[in-house]
Structure formats: structure tokens, C-alpha cells
């Protein structure tokens, strides 16, 4: 039942991210990385579609969570980029070709490789508040880091960086949702209401969508997808570890896959990078479709 919950809800996510893509490409330009993007988007039936699917997506995901553990699950997840592409491609007949695919197939399964091979687990204890703070601090450092690198770009040029910074909140956000659900669930709802991480949560949902949004505006799926997805549980992965506790597997054979999948990851996002499709690069030579 596992499995079945994480493919659906890889599906639907996919679907998702591909109706909200094409709602968004026809926003106005103006509106990237602004909050207004959101509410403009919000009267498009096809958006509103989207945000459906990927809902319903991460609620299957966390009823599959549930029931099983991240090492299960997160896998299953990557896959949404699978059902992302072959979507867009029968819808726009955009053509990411076999080189596009292997980037896609290495980052997909870069991340699964790690996730499988680590099998992150709750430690003992999560770390202190310093820690916490701190590691929260670096990933927002970065994420807005990206962000300023990326406005200083062509438009076409944004969508990349821009998802890798929406991953990094994303990931974070689902750091402190486990939090928020730990509090809960120990003292209660009014206790959480109470804290400071439940609004965290809702406002790094909110910025990353914004961002989401805009990067699927200034570009094609294939340029912000791939991003997206290997930087959300990535990130969370390494949030968990960091001040919540979470250990992974660090004997030899583990270590080796974890390496591999880490290297599979930058190898993919670089052959994603210099695809022919991308800005920047020589089209001339057309790969034939995938």
C-alpha cells in the first residue's frame, strides 16, 4: 500500500506541476518574484487544477508517510519528475530528447540512491536551539542568495536557480512541519498555536510557491523541475540531521551509494544545464524526441 500511495502521489504531483506551468507561462512578466503573481494566477481555472493535484499529491504522500519512513517514500516521490515530463511532452510536444532524459534519470535517481542508501532515521535527541537557528539562517542565507544571483540574469535564465531556491525552502518547511506535528502531537494544539513554527511553515509554503510560480513563468518545465526536485529532500534530509536529531546509515557500502547519488545528482543538474534546449546553448543540431 506503500508503494501505491507514493506513485499516486508522485502522479499527482506531476500533473500538478505541469498544469500549474502552463497557467503560469502566460503570466504577465512584470509579475516575477512578486506576490501578486499568485493572486493573478489564482483566476486561472487551470492553475487552480494544479494547486489541486499537488495538494492532494503531498496529502497522499503524507498518509504513505505515515505509514511507512522517508527512506520508502522520498524515492517514490522523485518519480513525479517521470510523470512531470511525459505530461508536458504529450501536451506541448516539446522534445527533451535522450540526453534531457538521461539528466533526468541520473537526478531522479541520484536522489533515490541517497535517500535509499542513508536511510535516515529519528536519533536520539535533536540538537539545540543555536544549532537549530543556525542552520535555519544558512539555508535562507542561500536560498536568497540564489535569488539576487538569479535577478541579475535574462529572464530565460531564471527558472533554475529560482527552483533550487524554492527546494531549499521547501525542505525546510518540511524540517519544521515535523516539529510542528511533534508539538502537537506532545502538548496539543493550542500549545502550537502558541509557537513560532507553525507560522514558519505557512510562510515558507507561501514564498515557495511565489517562487515556484515565477520560475515556471520565466521558462519551460524542464528548466525548473529537475531543480525543485532534488533540492527539496536534499535539504530536508540535511535539516534533519542537522538540529532535528536524524542519523543515517554510515557503513561503507552506505557511505558508497550516498557518494554515488550525490554525484549522480550534479551530474545530472549539469547534463540538464548544457541540454541543447537551454538558453544560451547552440540549438543547431536538434536531439530527436525522447
Do not use: K
Not at 501505491?4 to 504531483?13: K, Q, T
Not at 494566477?41 to 489541486?52: E, F, M, V
Not at 536519533?123 to 542552520?135: E, I, M, N, S, T
Not at 518540511?174 to 507560522?199: M, N, Q
Amino acid at each position: 500500500m506503500i508503494y501505491v500511495l507514493g506513485i499516486s502521489a508522485a502522479c499527482l504531483l506531476g500533473v500538478g506541476f505541469v498544469l500549474q506551468q502552463h497557467a503560469a507561462e502566460r503570466a504577465p512578466a512584470a509579475d516575477v518574484l512578486r506576490f501578486r503573481l499568485l493572486w493573478d494566477l489564482a483566476h486561472s481555472g487551470l492553475w487552480l487544477g494544479g494547486i489541486g493535484c499537488m495538494v492532494a499529491g503531498q496529502l497522499l504522500s503524507t498518509v504513505a508517510l505515515a505509514q511507512g519512513n522517508l527512506s520508502q517514500v522520498e524515492p517514490l516521490l522523485v518519480t513525479n519528475l517521470l510523470f512531470a515530463f511525459v505530461l508536458a511532452r504529450w501536451l506541448s510536444g516539446q522534445r527533451l530528447g535522450a540526453t534531457g532524459w538521461a539528466g533526468v534519470l541520473l537526478l531522479g535517481g541520484g536522489v533515490a540512491a541517497f535517500t535509499l542508501a542513508g536511510r535516515p532515521a529519528p536519533g536520539p535527541a535533536a540538537a539545540g536551539v543555536f544549532r537549530q537557528w543556525l542552520v535555519i539562517g544558512l539555508v535562507i542565507g542561500v536560498a536568497l542568495a540564489l535569488i539576487g544571483f538569479a535577478r541579475h540574469l535574462p529572464l530565460f535564465e531564471e527558472p533554475p536557480l529560482l527552483a533550487t531556491a524554492a527546494g531549499m525552502l521547501y525542505g525546510l518547511q518540511d524540517a519544521l512541519t515535523r516539529v510542528s506535528t511533534g508539538i502537537a502531537g506532545t502538548r496539543g494544539v493550542v500549545a502550537l498555536l502558541l509557537r513560532w513554527e507553525p507560522y514558519a511553515v505557512v510562510a515558507l509554503a507561501v514564498t515557495g510557491l511565489m517562487l515556484v510560480q515565477s520560475a515556471f513563468e520565466a521558462g519551460p518545465l524542464r528548466m525548473s523541475l529537475p531543480a525543485l526536485t532534488a533540492a527539496e529532500p536534499l535539504v530536508g534530509i540535511a535539516c534533519g540531521i542537522a538540529f532535528l536529531g536524524d542519523r543515517l546509515h554510515t557503513d561503507s557500502a552506505s557511505l558508497a551509494w550516498q557518494v554515488a547519488g550525490l554525484a549522480a545528482v550534479v551530474t545530472g543538474v549539469f547534463v540538464l544545464a548544457r541540454h541543447p534546449a537551454m538558453p544560451g546553448q547552440d540549438t543547431g543540431d536538434e536531439e530527436r524526441p525522447g
